[in-house]
């Protein structure tokens, strides 16, 4: 109301476990299919989840009505113009591939985040961008996008807002990726999720694991 720029940041804390269903809200699992459909990276015993994961897409429902009810706030106050929207992610959910589940894995699961851009007549609708961005590239992307200049002499992560605007700047070429530690509270080892180091590249993931096993996957194939 004041007509001065703003930031805000909407965290929902689902669709986090526990998936049960006295946190799933109301209303949002009838909207689940009865069946869910497993990628065949599921191996047969690894379909038991931690809780019903029809309850996971019930949150996940709920979130999807609460980013739609802040579109229309913003579209009704004629704010949408000249407001940038960026929805996307921590990390993602394993959900029984390669036998695992939750997170702090170099799969693609966990790692290939969500991640859309709206600014309505800055960038083409339905546009999209194979453009490698990491987290540590919305501070420096939305500082460009705003005309805003850093106040820090260095930063991390890349200036990716030509790639969002569809001008086909300077991207990088691979990410470091990588689990430090084998529990996110304190510095465990090997258990129960496993150190490793990663580099992805558009094509192609390389995982060097703790233990000395390494993997590469081909992520166009």
Request: charged share 25%; with cysteine.
């Amino acid at each position: 109301a004041a007509g001065q720029p703003f930031f805000a940041v909407v965290s929902p804390h689902p669709p986090h476990q526990p998936w049960i269903e006295s946190e799933s809200p109301a209303g949002c699992l009838e909207r689940v299919r009865k069946e869910l459909v497993r990628p065949p990276n599921v191996p047969p015993e690894g379909m038991k989840a931690r809780g019903d994961l029809r309850l996971y897409y019930a949150m996940l429902a709920s979130v999807d009505d609460s980013v739609g009810r802040m579109l229309n706030f913003l579209k009704e106050s004629g704010l949408e113009e000249n407001t940038i929207v960026v929805f996307s992610s921590d990390h993602g959910e394993m959900m029984g591939s390669h036998g695992k589940w939750e997170k702090m894995s170099p799969y693609e699961e966990a790692v290939r985040v969500p991640l859309m851009i709206r600014w309505p007549g800055r960038i083409a609708a339905g546009s999209r961008s194979d453009a490698l961005f990491t987290p540590m590239d919305h501070l420096p992307t939305l500082l460009s996008l705003a005309g805003v200049r850093s106040p820090y002499s260095q930063i991390d992560g890349m200036d990716l807002s030509g790639a969002v605007l569809g001008r086909g700047a300077r991207e990088r070429e691979a990410a470091l990726m990588a689990n430090y530690s084998s529990h996110w509270d304190y510095f465990h080892s090997e258990w129960p999720w496993p150190e490793w180091r990663s580099v992805r590249s558009k094509q192609h993931t390389y995982v060097k694991w703790y233990a000395g096993n390494e993997q590469l996957f081909d992520n166009s194939a």
